[in-house]
Structure formats: structure tokens, C-alpha cells
């Protein structure tokens, strides 16, 4: 999906939400929004994904506060408490099997990409004591649209699945669904950004909750972009994007990117997500927030 005008007021917003948390000086702030405003003035359109643009305000906040990693703690307790999290699901799970486990956990792991810090997600305040019951209320939601025994079939079919993961925390519910989807498939690669930007998982994010232990590859997508990059993925993932005969999507983000790169993919796009504002949410005909599992 390419940026609409309702994407520009939430960029700045998103920007002003991450400003708000991190009591910078003055002066600092007003750099960084006299910059990002700037750059918004010159290059804003409507031929780019609303994940380019926030990546880009994102990275100019980075720089100029000299914060290499914003909200460095919070990020870190919420992969802890999406672990603790993960544990009573996978218990929940236990007597549960085939199609009944999988949409339990995929259920699961769209709830979890409610672990948005941005402004449209959690907002950057996020108290992480309040992520357990959070994240339940959203599973209590379920989905408003549920493509899982669609997904599932495909999944047993697909020999090679690149999952491309999103929030820190999330992550730990992915990690039980990657497990489940190693049942049904020989490869399960997942893809991790390079660096922090906003909440989105990093490669070593990934490995603090011991993705490894269950993927078949870590991979990276491309350096700290929210969401995979049309103009900066990796040539790994290039390569598995045009390899692997399913993808597994999580977030918002990783949406825009494929739903503009579909036409280039051989394999089937199946999208897990929480959505986070009425312009994705009325593609799928909803209003508000909304949990998708859907095949593009």
C-alpha cells in the first residue's frame, strides 16, 4: 500500500508521540522536527510506502539526538515479557492438535503484533505490566477476518516458508508458531531488521528470545527500516523472496511492502496482523482497529 494524505499527519504525530517519551532538550527537538519536516516538505508523495517515510523521520531522530537505540529498555522488557507470555500460551496449547493448535497460536501471534510502540500501536508510554492483559484482550477480539485453515493448507504444501517478523515481544509468540509450522514444512527462515527503529525486531532481538532454536535460518531484511524495505531489503531476502513458496507476514509495515511487491513473488503472501488505522483497515472493509489472517 503506498502513502495516502491521511499517512502524513500520522508521520508526524508517530514522531512527536517518540519525542514526547524521550525528554530531549529543546533545542534537540526542534532540530530534529525543523529536519524531519524538512524532508517531509521535499519528499513526501504519494509513490512511496508510509513505512519509507516514517523509517526516515525515525533515522533523522536517531542522528540528531545521538540515541543509536530509543527506548532501549522497553524494548528489552517487552521480549522478556512476551517469553513469560509465550510460556503460558505453549501450556495452553498443549492438548490442542492440527488445524485446532495452529489457529490457537496464529490467533496468538496477531494478538501480539498489538506490540506496536508507535502512536497508532501502543504509543511509545507503553507500561509493559499491562502487556499480559493487553495482548489476551486482543486474542479475546479474534479476527475479523480469519483466512487460517486457508493458510494452513498452504503451509502444509509449501516446502520452504520465509517468515518476516515485526515487534519485539511478538516475536516470542512467533517463535511458537515457527515451531508449529516446522510440523508441516522441511525450511522455516526468518527475517530480522539490522538495526532498532521504533519497536521492530533486530536480528539480535531474535536471538535473545532463541529464535534460533527453531527457525531453520536467521536472516536479515535490510538495515533499520520499519518493516521489510522496497528500496533497501537485503540481498538475502531478495533472494528468498523470490525463492521460498510461502511467506509469512507480520505487521502493518511488512503489508505495505508486500502488498506492493506481490506481482514479484512466486509463492503465496499470507499476512498476520493487528491493523493500526482506517485506511488499511477499509481495504479490508473494517473501521477502527482489526485482526486480519489473511492471503493476499
Given at each position: 500500500m503506498l502513502a495516502k494524505l491521511e499517512c502524513a499527519s500520522c508521520i508526524v504525530d508517530d514522531l512527536v508521540g517518540a519525542l514526547k517519551l524521550l525528554s530531549l532538550?529543546?533545542?534537540?527537538?526542534?532540530?530534529?522536527?525543523?529536519?524531519?519536516?524538512?524532508?517531509?516538505a521535499d519528499e513526501f508523495s504519494y509513490s512511496k510506502t508510509p513505512s519509507y517515510f516514517i523509517t526516515m523521520v525515525h533515522r533523522?531522530?536517531?542522528?540528531?539526538s545521538k540515541i543509536p537505540v530509543p527506548f532501549k529498555e522497553r524494548r528489552e522488557?517487552?521480549?522478556e515479557t512476551g517469553l513469560k507470555i509465550a510460556e503460558r500460551v505453549y501450556e495452553e496449547a498443549k492438548d490442542l492438535k492440527d488445524l485446532e493448535r495452529f489457529s490457537f497460536l496464529v490467533k496468538w501471534a496477531i494478538a501480539a503484533n498489538e506490540l506496536d510502540f508507535r502512536t497508532v500501536g501502543t504509543g511509545y508510554d507503553l507500561e509493559v505490566e499491562r502487556i499480559g492483559n493487553m495482548l489476551s484482550e486482543r486474542f479475546e477480539e479474534g479476527l475479523m477476518i480469519d483466512q487460517t485453515e486457508k493458510i494452513f493448507q498452504l503451509v502444509k504444501k509449501?516446502?520452504?516458508?520465509?517468515?518476516?517478523?515485526?515487534?519485539?515481544?511478538?516475536?516470542?509468540?512467533?517463535k511458537l508458531l515457527i515451531e508449529e509450522l516446522k510440523k508441516y514444512t522441511d525450511v522455516v527462515i526468518s527475517a530480522l531488521r539490522g538495526g532498532p527503529i521504533t519497536s521492530d525486531a533486530t536480528l539480535e532481538d531474535?536471538?535473545?528470545?532463541?529464535?534460533?532454536?527453531?527457525?531453520?535460518?536467521?536472516?536479515?531484511?535490510?538495515?533499520?527500516?520499519l518493516g521489510i524495505s522496497l528500496e533497501e531489503m537485503s540481498d538475502e531476502l531478495e533472494e528468498n523472496l523470490q525463492t521460498t513458496d510461502m511467506i509469512i507476514a507480520k505487521?502493518?509495515?511488512?503489508?505495505?511492502?508486500?502488498s506492493e511487491y506481490k506481482s514479484k513473488v512466486k509463492g503465496k503472501i499470507a499476512c498476520l496482523f493487528r491493523t493500526k488505522c482506517n485506511p488499511v483497515s477499509s481495504i479490508f472493509g473494517g473501521r477502527g482497529k482489526i485482526n486480519l489472517a489473511v492471503v493476499l
Open positions: 532538550k529543546k533545542e534537540v527537538e526542534k532540530e530534529i522536527l525543523r529536519e524531519a519536516f524538512s524532508f517531509l533523522i531522530l536517531k542522528r540528531i522488557k517487552c521480549n509449501s516446502p520452504k516458508i520465509l517468515y518476516i517478523h515485526d515487534n519485539v515481544g511478538e516475536i516470542a509468540l512467533d531474535g536471538k535473545k528470545v532463541g529464535l534460533q532454536e527453531v527457525s531453520s535460518q536467521l536472516i536479515l531484511a535490510g538495515p533499520d527500516t505487521g502493518q509495515a511488512n503489508y505495505y511492502a508486500l
